[in-house]
């Protein structure tokens, strides 16, 4: 009986090595994951400035785009405001001469 209660105490101790062996290559592989988790974190955070850069020289192109074609409209539209300016100018100095040279009319 002494040999068999020997041979469970070894057992056991046995038994505790491999289960602390065990603990600790699971909190190695969990150690090593983490790692490998924050390093991909940290490279996605580094990319993403060169992932967004396509998007925003795109988007920069088009504000670029459409503030040319506003300041053409915006342009053009002064040009027949002072056109039309001009043109009713004229016409309110002759109808003045007009009014002062014939007031009976």
Do not use: C
């Amino acid at each position: 009986m002494e040999d068999s209660l020997k041979r469970l105490l070894e057992a056991e101790a046995r038994a505790q090595s491999i289960i602390d062996a065990a603990s600790a290559e699971r909190q190695r592989i969990l150690d090593e994951a983490l790692a490998a988790a924050r390093d991909a974190e940290a490279r996605f955070e580094s990319g993403r400035a060169d992932l967004r850069a396509p998007f925003l020289k795109e988007a920069r192109g088009r504000a670029d785009q459409a503030v040319a074609e506003l300041s053409r409209k915006y342009e053009e539209r002064q040009r027949n405001l002072r056109e039309m300016a001009t043109r009713h100018e004229q016409e309110a100095v002759d109808a003045a001469l007009n009014l002062l040279l014939d007031p009976a009319a």
